[in-house]
Structures are given as C-alpha cells and as structure tokens.
T-cell receptor, first 116, second 112 residues
Framework: GNSVTQMEGPVTLSEEAFLTINCTYT??????LFWYVQYPGEGLQLLLK?????DKGSNKGFEATYRKETTSFHLEKGSVQVSDSAVYFC???????????????FGKGTKLSVKP | KAGVTQTPRYLIKTRGQQVTLSCSPI?????VSWYQQTPGQGLQFLFE???????NKGNFPGRFSGRQFSNSRSEMNVSTLELGDSALYLC???????????FGPGTRLTVL
C-alpha cells in the first residue's frame, strides 16, 4: 500500500541555518504530495503542495520539489527562524490509477527546534 | 471564509462512556475527513464523508462511527471508550475529491 517515510527528529538548528527534512514515498499511480506544519496545541496547517512530477511547491520561504524518479519530496528552507519551530508532516493523497483515494497518508512527523 | 471549526476543543471522559465530536467544514466544502493523532501511532485516517455518504474508511473498530448532515457538518462518535482512545481528533474539509484538505484545530479527548 501507499506509505510515507520522513526523517526522524528532533532536528535542532540555529537561527538562519539551512533546513532539509527528507521525505520519500511509496505509491501506485500519481499521488499529490503535501507538507503540513503543526504548532503546539494546534491543528495542521498546509505549508505547500505539489500535484505532479517536477512541480515545486513553495510558501513562506519553504520549498519542496516532487521527484518521481527518486520518489521524494524533501522540504528545504534557506534560513530558518525561531518562529519555524514546529512539527512538520509529509503526506500523500491519491495515487491509485482511476481512483479517488481522498485520505491523506502521513509520515511520522519531524520536530524542528530553532534556537536564537 | 471561516475555517474548519471543531467542537468541543477539549473533552474528558471515563472508560465505557461514549462521546460525540462535531466538525463544521469550510463553507461550500462537501467532503469531511476525520483523523486520529496519537504519539505512538501518529496521524491515522478514520473515515471520509461526501454528500452525506461514507466514501472511505480506515482501519478502526466499529466503535468509531460518523455521519454527515445535509449542510455538510459532520459528527463522529466513539462508543465504549477505552484508554487508548485518548488522542487529538482532527477534522479536515475539502472542496472537491482532488482538492487540498484543510484542517480544524482538533478536539483533544482524554479517557480516564
């Protein structure tokens, strides 16, 4: 079945450091890929998405490129801030040929802490 | 547009009781999905409703059920609560079958 694997955390960085959180997926067909972020005590917020191969999603300085050849969707940011401290989830949706599998399948989440 | 709302935000119940959680989707969205989030299992899909019909179901026991009303509001019910049902229950809505899911703030359920 479909699955998502993302790097284990926690990740601790200093402010202005470069961030990469790795995410790989297994899916049949062509899923849509997402990054969601969860701040303490809150629900999930959509950070960015990509719906087809080679698409780049971007938002608030974060970027991720849908790489079908490596089945990856790594999250990057050039310069992190303290306010980026949160848990980041990679997820996929769909991907079954001719289907409409609407449920999201999530990775385990990566906790990011940014120190001033 | 107002976002996804969930009520109540916090609940404390005891084992054996039942609980009902409510979710109001973004206006115009007809699909509502429910997820359970726990430290051990992470985020797991419970079920999805579209136009009052359950379209998809995750791997949860029959104690977990849901429904959707004609105004797209959804409720989920958990009967005969167990300690392991303590979790954050998240609701998500989307406008069409291929669209992005937008999440509410969640209901934190504690079972004592």
């Amino acid at each position: 079945g479909n699955s998502v694997t993302q790097m284990e955390g926690p990740v601790t960085l200093s402010e202005e450091a470069f961030l990469t959180i790795n995410c790989t997926y297994t899916a049949t067909g062509y899923p849509s890929l997402f990054w969601y972020v969860q701040y303490p005590g809150e629900g999930l917020q959509l950070l960015l998405k990509a719906t087809k191969a080679d698409d780049k999603g971007s938002n608030k300085g974060f970027e991720a490129t849908y790489r079908k050849e490596t089945t990856s969707f790594h999250l990057e940011k050039g310069s992190v801030q303290v306010s980026d401290s949160a848990v980041y989830f990679c997820a996929l949706q769909g991907g079954s040929y001719g289907g409409s599998q609407g449920n999201l399948i999530f990775g385990k989440g990566t906790k990011l802490s940014v120190k001033p | 547009k107002a976002g996804v709302t969930q009520t109540p935000r916090y609940l404390i119940k005891t084992r054996g009781q039942q609980v009902t959680l409510s979710c109001s989707p973004i206006s115009g969205h007809r699909s509502v999905s429910w997820y359970q989030q726990t430290p051990g299992q992470g985020l797991q899909f419970l079920f999805e409703y579209f136009s009052e019909t359950q379209r998809n179901k995750g791997n949860f026991p029959g104690r977990f059920s849901g429904r959707q009303f004609s105004n797209s509001r959804s409720e989920m019910n958990v009967s005969t609560l167990e300690l392991g049902d303590s979790a954050l229950y998240l609701c998500a809505s989307r406008g069409g079958l291929a669209d992005t899911q937008y999440f509410g703030p969640g209901t934190r359920l504690t079972v004592l």
